[in-house]
């Protein structure tokens, strides 16, 4: 029997305040459907307090898409977890591969707010994946294990961390990842939770990697796959209320 599920809608730089709110609306208006599925959503900072106002705290959990490595000071432009904290968070996104890419954020550096994070009582979504051209020289599995290692503090509370494999490969492009290289890659990913921490074993993984409403069940089925870190389709209220029965109904 599989765990309760955690599915995530990762919005990033996408919808207006009332786009925002229309689809909260809608997330709540259903939740019975999936009262035994962990939700949560990632707004763009400006948009978190508004939509926390709309949340019954019930289903549906908050989370930033960043945070900054130091809780004050003088850093213009940037998010502080604690702030993250202060608005109605519960989680927070670290070292998506957008922002690995983007704004060349090294594993030192995620592993930095990964710690801040927990001492802000967030829990941190780390995000690890390869990128295509290192899956086809067949360093998946090297590349995942190195962001992950790397990537999680010696001390952390792992009551405080949940992982997403994210094939870079897959983000946006339609091209989910294959049952197989899914499965194969959760599997390592938990070989090398449960070698970090005896708490390892409980840790939930997430696949992230344009998950839509007609692949989700094949893919929460996978052994080791504890949800979903969905893009795109969160967005759209159908898809994402989609994918959240699809992960309802997974016992
Ligand atoms: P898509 O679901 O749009 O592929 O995005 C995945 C992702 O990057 C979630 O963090």
Redesign the pocket.
Known sequence: MKSRLFV?G?W?MNLDKNQALQLVREIEKNKEAFENVDVAIFPPFTLLSAVNDLLTGEVCHLGGQNCHDELVGAHTGEISASMLRDVGCDYV?LG???RRANQLETNEQVKKKVAIAAESNLTSII?VGETLDERNLGQALSVVEKQLIGSIPVDVDYNKLIV?Y?PVG?????KTATINDIAEIHAHIRIILSGLSLKGDNICILY?????PVNAADIFQITDVGGA??????LLSRDFISILHAGAAIK
């Open positions: 995530a990762n990033k996104i998506h591969s957008e995000c997403a994210e897959a983000i946006g492009t339609g992230g990697g344009s998950v839509k870190l969905v893009g795109g389709a969160s």
